[in-house]
């Protein structure tokens, strides 16, 4: 893609460092997150510079989204604003320290320039020497992306969505138990707004999830509009922040054990692990991916209410003790 | 000098400065974010090597395994924002302490 919009791609580099460096050196929080949320879109345009538009909308959405929301929504609970400033006082750690970024920048740096200018390009070949472009019509999808995602590297996409609920296993003890939060009434304009827009999202997010399979789009971009519009709900206080209700776990594991079974359901036929039926990858493909959509939505969600700020008082938390354990309850489904 | 060699240098860049951040910012919000950089450093090194030849269509195994990195990352930050909540709501400091002087 050597057209003439070069001079975009070094003032969007540029761009980048300048916004990442301005993020970490500066003492007000709030414009770190702010800063950040502008890093993930400069990050999308680069991605559909690089033609990799899958990856930009994943990026916009997930990335630069919803990351700037779980982080507003921390700096809005810990009420915190203030960072402080890189080590100003100690002289010797300083240039130590540049010296050794300098280093780790040369060497990085090295060895991008090596692998793009030396090493030879290989494609995307098996051992055998099939390439995804010989395959393409078997695996049930045109876009080579979702291709790869869910039938090529199937695996790494199986591990992943485990991760993700690892994530919010790790993250769930350590949230705060909730006390009886009142609904908050809803203005005309904000509920008229809201009216207009979630079925907007969910319809927007059914499509891109349906036409992940011929043009950029999928699961986890589908995942990421749906789960803008559980934030949407918990920021207007239409759902309790407290979400991670007993029957919305269904949810959560629904996508995972679902993909899981298709995995070993093979086995039990005698295909391989994680081989679709001949003729109905396409099929299998999109009955895994809204599987995966409702439950990425639901891990993001929940997620998103872990860090939610209408919590307990702090002085509550020093005098709770097992035995008030009654006082605080979880919400009624 | 293609889109993927500025965008893998850029990449590199961004990985260092998010590794020097994630080392020499003092509060651990930033600390998360230099975090965030470095990995999304790491995506554009990954990413700018599918385009290495502008002649052949992308490369879609880098992409499909950056699309995967995001997610995951997205889901280790807020992790680590819950723990940093943590931190902050049962009042222990924010920032890596001091160096000792001398």
């Known amino acids: 893609m050597n057209d003439g919009f070069i001079w975009l791609d070094v003032s969007l580099a540029i761009g980048l460092l300048i916004v990442a460096l301005y993020t970490l050196l500066t003492s007000d929080l709030f414009q770190a997150a702010v800063l950040f949320l502008v890093f993930g879109l400069l990050m999308a345009i680069g991605w559909c510079r690089l033609q990799a538009v899958d990856v930009a909308i994943a990026e916009a959405a997930i990335g630069a989204g919803l990351t700037g929301a779980l982080l507003f929504n921390t700096l809005a609970t810990t009420r915190t604003y203030a960072g402080s400033s890189s080590t100003k006082d100690d002289a010797g750690l300083q240039i130590f320290s540049f010296l050794g970024l300098g280093f780790v920048l040369f060497t990085v740096i090295g060895f991008t320039l090596m692998a793009t200018a030396i090493m030879p390009v290989a494609t995307s070949a098996l051992p055998s020497g099939i390439t995804i472009g010989d395959t393409q019509a078997e695996s049930g999808v045109s876009n080579r992306v979702t291709a790869v995602l869910l039938n090529y590297r199937a695996y790494d996409t199986l591990l992943e969505v485990a991760v993700m609920l690892t994530a919010v296993w790790a993250a769930m003890p350590l949230r705060r138990l909730v006390v009886s939060v009142q609904p908050q009434p809803i203005g005309p304009m904000h509920g008229t707004f809201l009216r207009l827009i979630l079925p907007t999202v969910v319809l927007v997010a059914a499509y891109i999830l349906w036409t992940g399979s011929k043009t950029p789009g999928g699961a986890f971009q589908a995942a990421a509009l749906l789960s803008a519009a559980g934030v949407l709900l918990i920021v207007s206080g239409v759902l309790p922040p407290s979400i991670a209700r007993k029957r919305w776990r269904i949810v959560l594991v629904f996508g995972t054990m679902l993909f899981a079974i298709v995995a070993v359901e093979g086995l039990l036929v005698g295909r391989q692990f994680l081989q679709y039926r001949q003729g109905v990858a396409g099929a299998s493909i999109l009955l895994i991916e809204t599987a995966l959509t409702l439950s990425i939505a639901t891990t993001l969600i929940f997620l998103f209410s872990y860090t939610s700020p209408k919590e307990i008082e702090d002085d509550a938390v020093d005098s709770f003790s097992p035995t008030d354990a009654t006082a605080l309850t979880e919400p009624t489904s | ?102």
């Open chain 2, 1 to 102: 000098m293609t889109p993927a060699v500025i965008y893998s240098l850029a990449g590199a860049a961004l990985f260092s400065l998010g590794l020097g951040g994630l080392f020499f910012c003092r509060h651990f919000f930033q600390k998360i974010l230099a975090m965030n950089f470095a990995g999304s450093g790491g995506f554009l090194v990954v990413v700018a090597f599918s385009r290495r030849q502008s002649e052949l269509p992308p490369d879609p195994v880098p992409q499909a395994l950056v699309l995967t990195g995001i997610v995951v990352a997205v889901s280790a930050t807020a992790v680590m924002l819950t723990l940093y909540r943590r931190l902050v709501t049962s009042r222990e400091p924010t920032t890596a302490p001091e160096r000792p002087k001398g």
